[in-house]
């Protein structure tokens, strides 16, 4: 029987495609560690590699798997830049920290691609990413924003698309115009997340799996993590839980929500070769954004329906089926061989939330559906944060991120009308 991750539903296409992920001890008995990681994501796994392979002494716990989170269940697109547009960032703090977040998110662009051609990782890399618009009223904006970016963030690679050309990049009528990005691409993020694990072990870091972090707590100048596997006592934490981080650290759990989001894979597409010709992937202009792309061995990965609430829909393929119709009539009937879902760490500016949540004990996360590339970067700050030396970390930490509102009995509730209501007007 294949492995089930405990937190996110369905087995996905990632994992029946990488057959060697290997596995990792549970900890036995207590520990002390320079630095303690929580959470065996791309960020945590990241923090491990840097500080190990810098002679830092540092253990990392997952209570499941590597990648049962969002790090080996995503849609792998790089994008460009953070989740919010770099001109619109601009508009609320200035030209100048919209530049430098816009750098962060490049320099995250360049590291990821960077490790893995070190190390030799294959992450199925595939270039290029079309942004189009499901309402024609969004198209000055459009427009504008590719203007913006070359003017005035020095980013010469993206073109607009009249409808035409949006057509016949995408195979199909549905959208009016679009965006083509030639700076960036997509990843198989399985591939990436084993590669990385193993790089992290090789580097020295202890690394466990299926242990569970319970609480954190403060005893003189030292921060015992309580687990179900014993306790580990050290200088310095790093909470990589994300979405997933549940009861066990309040700040955190109440600035980043979790938004489910669900993925279908089809069959080989060898009928079809109009769809996405150039191999790009995609994202669109709704709320609850539709994001799809063919794999290397051109397959249709579609990601779309969002879930606000605790429940899983009972049949992910049925939602993302009338999805893919919508866009690709003709695909209406292919087999839909794999359907999973994850939980994606939002925050209310969408964001990255970065912070020192009690003295020692550092949170990130948030990446707010851009986090492929951020959050293995975040990773390698948290690191050269510890190594002090300067670190783009500091950029994140001075945003100002609000918390949810609605207190923990609420929040889940307030967000799910909110969002509910933005859902609603992409139909509009
Ligand atoms: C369906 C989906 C599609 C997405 N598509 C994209 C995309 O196309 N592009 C993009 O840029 N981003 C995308 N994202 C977001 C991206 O995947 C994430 O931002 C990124 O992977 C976050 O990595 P992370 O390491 O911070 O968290 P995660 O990978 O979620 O890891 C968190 C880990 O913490 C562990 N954990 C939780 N609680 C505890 C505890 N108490 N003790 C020990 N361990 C614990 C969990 O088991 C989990 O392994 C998508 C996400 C999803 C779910």
Request: hydrophobic letters at 35%; glycine letters at 12%; one cysteine or more.
């Amino acid at each position: 029987m294949p492995w089930q991750s405990p937190i996110s539903p369905g087995y996905s296409w990632y994992e029946a495609t990488v057959p060697d992920r290997p596995e990792f001890p549970q900890m036995a008995g207590s520990c002390k560690a320079d630095v303690a990681v929580i959470g065996g994501g791309y960020t945590g796994l990241q923090a491990a590699y840097n500080l190990a392979r810098q002679g830092v002494d540092v253990t990392l716990i997952d209570a499941c798997r590597f990648g049962d989170g969002a790090s080996g269940r995503n849609g792998g697109q790089f994008g460009t830049g953070q989740r919010a547009w770099a001109d619109e960032t601009e508009e609320t703090l200035g030209h100048e920290r919209a530049q430098l977040l816009f750098n962060m998110a490049e320099n995250a662009k360049r590291y990821v691609l960077d490790f893995a051609g070190q190390h030799d990782i294959d992450i199925d890399f595939m270039p290029g990413q079309l942004s189009v618009g499901h309402k024609k009223s969004l198209e000055k904006d459009y427009r504008d924003h590719v203007e913006a970016m070359a003017t005035r963030f020095g980013y010469p690679h993206l073109s607009f698309m009249e409808r035409e050309e949006t057509a016949s990049r995408l195979g199909s009528s549905r959208y009016h115009f679009g965006i083509r990005d030639a700076g960036t691409g997509h990843i198989h993020p399985m591939k990436l997340l084993v590669g990385l694990a193993k790089q992290a072990a090789l580097a020295g870091a202890n690394l466990f799996e299926q242990t569970r972090a319970q609480k954190i707590e403060r005893k003189g100048t030292a921060v015992v993590i309580t687990t179900d596997r014993g306790t580990i006592t050290t200088e310095r934490v790093l909470v990589a839980c994300n979405a997933y981080i549940g009861n066990l650290e309040p700040v955190t759990a109440s600035h980043v929500m979790p938004i489910r989001s669900f993925i279908g894979a089809t069959e080989v597409l060898s009928a079809y070769p109009n769809v996405l010709p150039g191999g790009e992937s995609v994202d669109d202009s709704r709320f609850v954004v539709r994001y799809f792309r063919k794999s290397k061995d051109g397959r249709l990965l579609f990601g779309g329906r969002e879930a606000y609430t605790a429940d899983n829909p009972r049949d992910i393929s049925t939602h993302i089926r009338r999805q893919i119709s919508e866009i690709y009539p003709e695909l209406g009937n292919v087999e839909i061989t794999h359907g999973w879902g994850g939980s994606v760490g939002i925050t209310m500016p969408r964001t990255p939330f970065c912070r020192e949540v009690m003295p020692g004990v550092t949170s990130i996360g948030g990446y707010s559906g851009h986090g492929v590339m951020l959050s293995n970067y975040c990773g390698k700050l948290y690191a050269d944060l510890v190594l002090g030396k300067p670190t783009e970390l500091d950029l994140l930490k001075a945003l100002k991120i609000p918390a949810f509102p609605g207190g923990t009995r609420f929040r889940s509730a307030l967000l799910f009308l909110a969002l509910s209501w933005y859902a609603l007007r992409d139909r509009l």
